[in-house]
T-cell receptor
Framework: DTGVSQDPRHKITKRGQNVTFRCDPI?????LYWYRQTLGQGPEFLTY????????KSRLLSDRFSAERPKGSFSTLEIQRTEQGDSAMYLCAQTRGTGTEAFFGQGTRLTVV | AQSVTQLGSHVSVSEGALVLLRCNYS??????LFWYVQYPNQGLQLLLKYTSAATLVKGINGFEAEFKKSETSFHLTKPSAHMSDAAEYFC?????????????FGRGTSLIVHP
């Protein structure tokens, strides 16, 4: 158990619906990342926060995706108007600082039908 | 930009045999390097990390990796495979180019262990 928890673990939604995932972090780890992982691939970077500031977004993060980290605590990732191509595992990770190892949550598996 | 290449999407070994998983990286500045393991429907767990203190790094579960700057490699080895080692393994690089230190992962290598 890394201490990073994600909710829900699984989500099945119909195409076109909105979904929101939550990540509850280790309190003293100030960097929080969201990754997407599809079958047979490694985690792909989506976005990251330094405390409450969203500092970088990947080109993978289309305008249907939005992430927040109010007050530098928990984080949410919302996908609007879901598409079948959004089906993937969404992983939240944290690092204590630069160049340190990432602590991952167990992920939220999204299936869009 | 930093990147990681893992050679071989699948590696198959017999129980008790040597495990070798290959990783090559690209980085414009001295990198931090990591190996993670992932079991089905789980997040990633750290096996070991290189942070410039020593080129041979020992990790959990008997795994180790050697940083070779001249070859830009960070291959993962274990002398004797166990059935419980069957999992997906990811190499990752993190460097400070641009100040981001965002971990970048390879595509992964699936380790299959035969009895």
């Amino acid at each position: 158990d890394t201490g990073v928890s994600q909710d829900p673990r699984h989500k099945i939604t119909k195409r076109g619906q909105n979904v929101t995932f939550r990540c509850d972090p280790i309190s003293e780890h100030n960097r929080l990342y969201w990754y997407r992982q599809t079958l047979g691939q490694g985690p792909e970077f989506l976005t990251y926060f330094q405390n409450e500031a969203q500092l970088e977004k990947s080109r993978l993060l289309s305008d249907r995706f939005s992430a927040e980290r109010p007050k530098g605590s928990f984080s949410t990732l919302e996908i609007q108007r879901t598409e079948q191509g959004d089906s993937a595992m969404y992983l939240c990770a944290q690092t204590r600082g630069t160049g340190t190892e990432a602590f991952f949550g167990q992920g939220t598996r999204l299936t869009v039908v | 930009a930093q990147s990681v290449t893992q050679l071989g999407s699948h590696v198959s070994v017999s129980e008790g045999a040597l495990v070798l998983l290959r990783c090559n990286y690209s980085s414009s500045v001295p990198p931090y390097l990591f190996w993670y393991v992932q079991y089905p429907n789980q997040g990633l767990q750290l096996l070991l990390k290189y942070t410039s203190a020593a080129t041979l790094v020992k990790g959990i579960n008997g795994f180790e990796a050697e940083f070779k700057k001249s070859e830009t490699s960070f291959h993962l080895t274990k002398p004797s495979a166990h059935m419980s080692d069957a999992a997906e393994y990811f190499c990752a690089v993190s460097d400070g180019a641009g100040g981001s230190y965002i971990p970048t992962f390879g595509r992964g290598t699936s380790l299959i262990v035969h009895p």
